[in-house]
Structure formats: C-alpha cells, structure tokens
C-alpha cells in the first residue's frame, strides 16, 4: 500500500471512530465498553453454556484487571451476576440478569439487526475484507506490542 491510500484508509478509521463515538444514547452511567462485555456474556454462553471472565478478557483483547472492573461496574448496574462453578469453588462464572438480557436485547440485538439490514447492499466479504484490513493495522501498528 501506498502511504496516499495508507493516509485515507487512516482517516476511514478516524471516521469510524466518530461513528462509535455517536452510538445510540447508553443508559444513564454506561459505556460502550459495558455493552461490549454484555455481548461477550451472551455470545460464549450461547456458545459454551458458560462465561468466565478470562473468555471476556480473551474476546476483548483487553487485561483481566480491566474486564473485573468492567464487571463490576455492571454487577453495580445489575446486569450481570456472578456465580460459582459448582465443581470447582475456584472458578467464577457470569451470567447476564434479566435486566442485563433486557439491555443485550436493546443495544445489541436489535441495534445490530436493524443497522445490518440497512448495510444489506454490503456483502460479508466485503465487511471481513475490512475487518482483516484493521486488524492488519493494529498487528503493524510501531510501537505497538501484538495483544
């Protein structure tokens, strides 16, 4: 790649991060990043039948010490519980609340499927096209150790 295209393909970027940055109002103390964990809830315990946080930290790429917190916030907000492995007392699984669905349902769920039918000229090759493009970005990016 050129640095011209590299310069656009960056401004792309910063443009989708205003666009994240202009989400849908959260409810009152929440952040992107809550709903986000949310969605990690729900997905590996579709996936698996249970959630620990090490599968939120691992699917987020971000650090245990951030995801606790994370979860706490949201334990706070009660919309997630934890409960213990029933055979292992060591291990801590999460769980979304009723209310913790009712939010997934709202900010996730239906948010996601009513922007993707909007993107239905955009094919899915065309969007792992893009997704392959950043995590190229974020993979190469100096002065960045890969997470």
Not at 113 to 127: G, K, P, R, Y
């Amino acid at each position: 790649m050129d640095r011209t295209n590299l310069k656009h393909l960056l401004d792309a970027c910063f443009t989708a991060k205003r666009i994240v940055e202009t989400l849908p109002k959260l409810p009152n103390g929440m952040k992107p990043r809550h709903i986000h964990v949310l969605d990690v809830i729900q997905e590996v315990s579709s996936q698996q039948g249970t959630c620990r946080v090490s599968d939120v930290s691992t699917r987020l790429n971000i650090t245990m010490p951030s995801v606790t917190k994370l979860i706490q916030e949201l334990e706070r907000y009660e919309l997630v519980k934890k409960y213990p492995d029933p055979g292992d007392k060591r291990v801590t699984f999460l769980a979304l609340t009723e209310s913790g669905i009712a939010c997934f349902n709202e900010h996730v769920l239906n948010f996601h499927t009513a922007w993707s039918e909007a993107l239905e000229d955009v094919s899915n090759e065309q969007a792992q096209e893009v997704i392959a493009v950043i995590e190229k970005l974020r993979l190469t990016m100096p002065g960045l150790e890969e997470k």
